[in-house]
């Protein structure tokens, strides 16, 4: 109003002396009008989900593949958190997240993974002494554990003496309780029918590996490779009991005391860690005369 009035009091031309515009106090105006009709406004819709709630359902997604939605909402009312589906479905869509046909793993990896606790390995793998004779070494590496069975050294491997072997394994997995289902193994002819039978009659079906494919029984190649360079390659052999008593020794080392990175740098039957102290001391035993040393805590 006061401009107004100066308006009319000032000719036209001297009117760019005032600070605002017409428009501008229009604006005033209308923004006036607005705080003073306008109530305060609820959020619309239902409230978000709490941040815990959604990275439980990704949680959950991610460790059990094979889940869907509506598992996932009965895990969640089983600890508390009621929460819908389409809630949990909106989640898991907006991370990218798919559904369950596509994040179920069929690989070969994840299914000996899930496998592992009753598949067995078995194999051969040569020694020559130092007189060049060849030695043959038979064993069986348990594929959860990684646990090794060196069953015997000779070099003459016939069907009774392997399959008498087989017996032996078999009657010390009994007495450790322990149950496999599976036997993988090469297409060697040095493994026969009363071999595989030993097998069959205790539950355990026996698996042969395509030929020439030394990929398939990876974790049995795997123990042969770390046995040459950690032993046997390390030691002049003489005889098939020298080549025994390395190899016992050795692998009650590989089952109790060498660091494994597939189960966590521990070893098969891992001992019982003693904590160490400030007056506690670490001491060094050889094995095999040297080649390879363990270490333990002592007080």
Request: net charge positive.
């Amino acid at each position: 109003m006061i401009l107004t009035v100066l308006s009319r009091l000032l000719p036209r031309a001297h009117w760019d002396i005032f600070f605002v515009t017409p428009a501008t106090v229009l604006r005033w105006h209308h923004d006036l009008l607005a705080r003073q009709w306008t109530h305060p406004r609820k959020t619309p819709g239902r409230p978000s989900i709490r941040r815990e709630i959604r990275e439980l359902v990704l949680r959950l997604a991610q460790e059990n593949p094979a889940l869907g939605h509506r598992r996932i909402q009965g895990e969640l009312a089983g600890l508390g958190y009621p929460v819908g589906v389409a809630t949990i479905w909106r989640i898991l869509h907006r991370t990218g997240v798919d559904p369950v046909p596509r994040r179920i793993d069929t690989s070969w990896r994840t299914f000996l993974s899930a496998q592992a606790s009753a598949i067995l390995a078995c194999d051969f793998f040569t020694v020559d002494t130092m007189f060049l004779q060849r030695i043959y070494v038979f064993f069986v590496v348990e594929h959860a554990t990684r646990r090794a069975h060196v069953l015997g050294a000779t070099k003459h491997p016939t069907a009774a003496w392997i399959t008498q072997h087989a017996r032996n394994l078999l009657m010390d997995l009994e007495d450790r309780s322990r149950r496999f289902r599976f036997l993988i193994r090469d297409r060697d002819t040095k493994f026969t029918a009363s071999f595989d039978a030993v097998f069959t009659a205790a539950g355990i079906d026996v698996v042969r590996t395509p030929p020439q494919s030394p990929q398939a029984n990876a974790i049995a190649e795997r123990w042969v490779g770390t046995a040459r360079r950690e032993c046997t390659d390390r030691l002049l052999i003489v005889s098939e009991r020298h080549l025994t008593t390395a190899l016992t020794s050795y692998a009650e080392h590989f089952n109790t005391q060498r660091p494994h990175r597939s189960l966590g740098q521990h070893p098969p039957d891992s001992p019982p860690v003693v904590t160490p102290t400030p007056g506690s001391t670490v001491r060094r035993t050889r094995i095999l005369g040297g080649p390879i040393n363990e270490y333990r805590n002592a007080a």
